[in-house]
């Protein structure tokens, strides 16, 4: 009998307690007995995998007030805080031993003893007199070779609620390993809550990780991407942990391309916040196995992956029946559905900015009662919802969902890889890497987004986003580098590694081709890693012949493409990319003191190579011109 059998017993129903005894796994009794103590809720429900404990925590969601019910039966709508609408960044650490904190200490981190003594002071009864929560999920299929087992505690219901949605059941999963000590730990408390459900102490909300534990503790927030474990918490364990075991965890998409004959090529992608990654997994046509985060392992030889989740936390914000229709039609379906921080308007039916409908003049929203044009206490309008404001539904709703690739215990066998930046005058629409090395060294670790005057006061600063990952890397950037450059050694093939760029302007500033052209940049991919087309050489890759493009635009979107365009769009521009590689060389070393020699030396010989060429061809080569 595990020492805190009592504990559990005290504040459990025997059915509750009767479901953790039958795992027979004395450390998920540790963990949470010790945090029933510590925490001290007066009551803790324990959930297994059954529709009956699902339908439990929907009810009790809209009992205790955390969600409210929609217009459609089957939605509910959640607010967090006006000051709890985003991930905090800030108050997100990581709980470093004494012996890593010099190489850790760009990554905001904390000691360990110092960490733990204030998250543990925070955490000291702060669910008292609440009913806590307790569910078993795993990250990726059961029973496979990515699985990782996941144990949630949280106060929350919503939290509980939105998980049993993202993520797949996995109570049975430990009952078929008892005694198992290998999952994932996450402990959450909204805290105190005001008249409207909402955690009232922000100024203590704290997400601290412990990746040597494999431990999350979030505290006094309700904010999904600071309170849901298996989302981005999740991913600096997995991140850490592939690191240590020589896998890969990304923030990637899985999709399938659909090519010629009924043939079907996967590919994974990285794509920082606004640069198409939704948009490129949502590609009319095509399937989808996860639009956000992936396993890789390499299987029998073979690059394989799997989506990690099986639903979607998604920004709202311009999902509309004419730019994202088929996540529009979901939303507006009567199905289960949680929206966060819109607007429930009289008729009780969401709405959202960006929609493409009319709006009510009055509701509530993150502010609480709204009527058009009010300001908060800063004098800021208040819109009619959050620019953050999410959906939470299953994968499974959406019509191209396949779901072979995603119930595929060994992963699917992943074949390009996508690394999509955001810029206006520099990068082609899509080039093919030479190797798997020079991809992750000149198309991952060279993305950047390109802001805008809106978002930063001054319009083409470039912000650095290696692999589209840098909020979640939980170790030395040049270590985790280098693991990216050797997970593919010993396989059969490596993926091609592909760049795309959807917003090059022309000298006017205009955008140079529709939204849906990323279709073309992608079935060109697909027909490369086929054999199909032949491909143009440039200083850092391959790219497109204009006759094949041309075909492309005519076929997939029945729209022309001028060979003027092509030409502009495909121009090899020396000096910008020379830059943009001195830019990832700064930042790397402004993130990581103790960057592996090799990648220097490799950006160095680039850098100078580019130079050489720009000195024979000048500054800017068009398709077709360089020899090299």
């Not at 994932?184 to 100024?203: M, T, V, Y």
């Not at 950037?477 to 091609?496: A, D, Q, R, S």
């Not at 090059?504 to 027909?527: D, I, Q």
């Amino acid at each position: 009998m595990s020492k805190y059998t009592s504990v559990l017993k005290n504040k459990m129903t025997d059915k509750s307690f009767a479901k953790l005894a039958a795992l027979k796994n004395d450390k998920v009794m540790e963990f949470l007995g010790t945090f029933a103590e510590h925490c001290n809720p007066a009551s803790i429900y324990v959930c297994d995998d059954s529709k009956a404990d699902e339908e439990y925590i929907k009810a009790i969601a809209l009992k205790n007030g955390e969600e409210h019910p929609m217009a459609n039966s089957e939605q509910t709508i959640h607010w967090d805080g006006y000051g709890d609408q985003a991930r905090d960044k800030v108050n997100t650490r990581y709980m470093v031993s004494p012996e890593n904190m010099e190489k850790m200490k760009a990554m905001n981190s904390l000691p360990y003893d110092e960490a733990l003594k204030e998250i543990m002071g925070i955490a000291t009864n702060v669910m008292a007199g609440k009913e806590a929560y307790v569910k078993f999920f795993t990250e990726g299929p059961a029973e496979s070779p990515f699985t990782i087992p996941c144990i949630q505690f949280t106060d929350s219901s919503y939290v509980t609620h939105s998980e049993s949605i993202l993520y797949r059941p996995g109570y049975k999963h430990f009952m078929n390993n008892p005694g198992s000590d290998d999952f994932f730990r996450f402990i959450h408390s909204a805290g105190e809550q005001d008249e409207r459900g909402c955690s009232k102490n922000l100024k203590d909300r704290r997400i601290y990780m412990d990746t040597q534990n494999n431990i999350v503790y979030s505290m006094n927030d309700q904010y999904a991407g600071n309170s849901v474990g298996l989302k981005k918490h999740a991913m600096r364990l997995a991140i850490s942990k592939a690191g240590q075991e020589g896998w890969l965890c990304e923030h990637m998409f899985l999709m399938a391309c659909l090519g010629k004959g009924g043939r079907k090529t996967y590919f994974a992608g990285a794509y920082p916040s606004a640069c198409g990654k939704t948009s490129t997994a949502m590609i009319p046509g095509e399937e989808i196995v996860g639009d956000d985060i992936a396993y890789f392992r390499n299987i029998d030889k073979e690059f394989r992956g799997v989506n990690v989740e099986q639903g979607i936390f998604g920004i709202i914000k311009d999902v509309n029946a004419e730019d994202d229709p088929v996540i529009f039609e979901n939303a507006m379906k009567n199905q289960e559905v949680i929206f966060s921080n819109i607007l429930q308007g009289p008729d009780k039916k969401p709405y959202w900015l960006g929609q493409g409908v009319e709006n009510p003049k009055t509701g509530l929203n993150h502010i609480g009662e709204w009527t058009e044009g009010m300001k908060d206490s800063k004098g800021n309008v208040v819109p009619v919802a959050h620019p953050n404001s999410r959906y939470t539904m299953r994968l499974d709703y959406l019509e191209n969902f396949d779901k072979a690739g995603f119930d595929a215990k060994e992963g699917v066998k992943v074949d390009g890889i996508l690394y999509g930046g955001r810029d206006s005058d520099t990068s082609v629409p899509v080039e093919e890497s030479p190797n798997w090395r020079d991809g992750i060294l000149l198309k991952a670790c060279t993305l950047e987004s390109e802001t805008t005057a809106a978002t930063l006061g001054a319009e083409g600063v470039r912000a650095a986003s290696p692999m589209a990952n840098m909020d979640f890397v939980s170790y030395p950037l040049g270590e985790y580098t280098m693991n990216n450059i050797n997970f593919v050694k010993g396989m059969k093939e490596e993926p091609k590694v592909y760049s795309t760029n959807y917003f090059m302007r022309n000298p006017k500033g205009n955008f140079m081709t529709s939204k849906l052209a990323k279709k073309v940049w992608l079935h060109w991919a697909e027909g490369r890693i086929h054999g199909d087309y032949k491909a143009l050489d440039t200083p850092s890759g391959k790219i497109p012949l204009y006759e094949d493009i041309k075909v492309l635009f005519k076929e997939l979107l029945d729209e022309e493409f001028s060979l003027e365009d092509y030409t502009y769009l495909f121009t090899f521009r020396c000096t910008k990319l020379i830059e943009k590689l001195e830019r990832t060389k700064k930042f790397f070393a402004s993130k990581d003191s103790s960057i592996p020699a090799e990648l220097n030396a490799y950006w160095d010989e680039t850098i100078a190579k580019y130079t050489a060429i720009r000195a024979k061809y000048g500054d800017e080569i068009k398709p077709g011109d360089y020899k090299g």
